[in-house]
């Protein structure tokens, strides 16, 4: 094989890593969503002023664990946490910076976790919850240093709200000036930046493959 020809084929590889990364983490944001959608639904009087953890077990003394939203939401964090570690794994490969799979690494094995301790199971769910909500936030932020473009910023726009909301509540507890959304809602606004900066980067990462104007 001439020197050419292997630049090319180790392109194209590069490529197809970060392809099938984006795949998953692109689907990673649309399981988790409807997951916990489709869960908040099956789940009798659920109401979102509650938080997301709740859709699997409620925090002790009294846990109450409803089915089959409980399962659903247990399995779709198992699922979802196990793919983002897949994510991971190939990004790692593909980067020199190991800020990024660090990060997001600790994103998927805080999901993993929240799955295999639902919210009765006490402190490993809190500490497990907490990395998924710190990974996902500096996951999001890191990545600005290896896009380009709009999305760029909108990582960056993503991660700092998450990890801003995070913030918030950890050092101010109930003085935090979103107090008024409930745990619920103040848990959503730390989640679904997350979420939707993880099928962003997915279908950026997508984007990227392109073997046709490589071969060229």
């Given amino acids: 094989m001439t020197e050419e020809k292997y630049i090319i084929s180790e392109k194209i590889f590069s490529s197809d890593l970060k392809s099938k990364a984006g795949i998953i983490l692109f689907g990673v944001g649309g399981i988790a969503l409807l997951g916990i959608i489709t869960a908040e639904v099956l789940y009798p009087s659920y109401s979102t002023l509650q938080e997301i953890s709740d859709l699997g077990a409620s925090r002790p003394p009294n846990s109450v664990i409803q089915q089959p939203s409980a399962t659903i939401f247990n399995t779709t964090m198992l ?3 196990a793919l983002v570690l897949i994510a991971t794994y190939l990004l790692y490969r593909e980067y020199e910076r190991r800020d990024l799979p660090i990060s ?21 769910h809190q500490i497990f919850a907490l990395i ?19 999305f760029k910023y909108l990582s960056m726009l993503f991660g700092g709200i998450s990890l801003l909301v995070l913030l918030s509540v950890v050092f101010l507890g109930e003085a935090n000036p979103l107090s008024f959304l409930g745990l619920g ?20 990462l997508m984007g990227q493959a392109n073997p046709s104007k490589i071969s060229k």
């Fill in 79 to 81: 699922v979802s946490g």
């Fill in 104 to 124: 997001l690494g600790l994103f998927g094995l805080g999901i993993f976790g929240v799955g295999v301790f639902p919210g009765n199971v006490v402190p490993w």
């Fill in 132 to 150: 998924t909500f710190f990974g996902g936030g500096v996951a999001a932020v890191v990545s600005s240093r290896v896009v380009e473009g709009p």
């Fill in 185 to 204: 809602g103040i848990e959503r606004w730390v989640v679904y930046p997350i979420l939707l900066w993880a099928t962003g980067f997915g279908g950026y």
